[in-house]
Each structure stands twice: as structure tokens, then as C-alpha cells.
């Protein structure tokens, strides 16, 4: 079982930057591969980016790539999200989760953070 906590959203102007945090605890954090998903009011959760159980490979959906970096340290059992350049259309609630799969499908992922709120205005 591990535990996830999501922090570190808020109310950003467009153009500026957050940080997102999702702290676990529980079975061994480092044997996952970790995911960030988002969803916004009306929409369906979709995949934000992604970041291997060491912390060497990163992919991204298209519409944050170049914006958005995923990063991980082990010995915190944390994983970021470090967002910049934000658009109105970033805003929704954002989640992290953990797979043994390296996937972009949220089916995959076993365990969920609560979400945070990240709302960016124009």
C-alpha cells in the first residue's frame, strides 16, 4: 500500500508558475513509476506527464511539453510537478499516482493522491 499526498496548488495569474508536490509513504515508493493527471470542471481526467521509478525518462502530453517538468527524489519519497508559462486552460484539479506499469493510462495506476486545485486566471 502506499499513501499520496498532493500539494502546492493554487490561484496563479497566466504566465506565472506553481509547484506541485506528492509526498508517499508506505511499501517502497522508488519501486514505482509515477504519473500526473489532471481534470477540469466537466471534463475527463487526462494525463499530464509521467517520470520512471529512477527518475530518468520523462514524457509529457503534448499540450504542457516544453512547460511542465516532472522530477522525483527517492530518499524524500517525493515527486514534483514544476509548472511555468500557465495557461487558463491548466486549471483543474491535479493528481498524482503511482503504477508498476510504465503507461500513460490512469487504469494503470494503482494509487492516487487526493488532487490539488490549481486555477489559473487570464
Known amino acids: 500500500q502506499v499513501q499520496l499526498v498532493d500539494s502546492g496548488g493554487g490561484l496563479v495569474q497566466a504566465g506565472g508558475s506553481l509547484r506541485l508536490s506528492c509526498a508517499a509513504s508506505?511499501?517502497?515508493?522508488?519501486?514505482?513509476?509515477m504519473g500526473w493527471f489532471r481534470q477540469a470542471p466537466g471534463k475527463e481526467r487526462e494525463f499530464v506527464g509521467r517520470?520512471?521509478?529512477?527518475?530518468?525518462?520523462?514524457t509529457y502530453a503534448d499540450s504542457v511539453k516544453g512547460r511542465f517538468t516532472i522530477s522525483r527524489d527517492n530518499a524524500k519519497n517525493t515527486v514534483y510537478l514544476q509548472m511555468n508559462s500557465l495557461k487558463p486552460e491548466d486549471t483543474g484539479v491535479y493528481y498524482c499516482?503511482?503504477?508498476?506499469?510504465?503507461?500513460?493510462?490512469?487504469?494503470?495506476?494503482?494509487?492516487w493522491g487526493q488532487g490539488t486545485q490549481v486555477t489559473v486566471s487570464a
Open positions: 499516482a503511482a503504477s508498476g506499469s510504465w503507461t500513460i493510462s490512469s487504469d494503470t495506476y494503482v494509487y
Open positions: 508506505g511499501r517502497a515508493f522508488s519501486n514505482y513509476n
Open positions: 517520470i520512471n521509478w529512477i527518475g530518468s525518462i520523462t
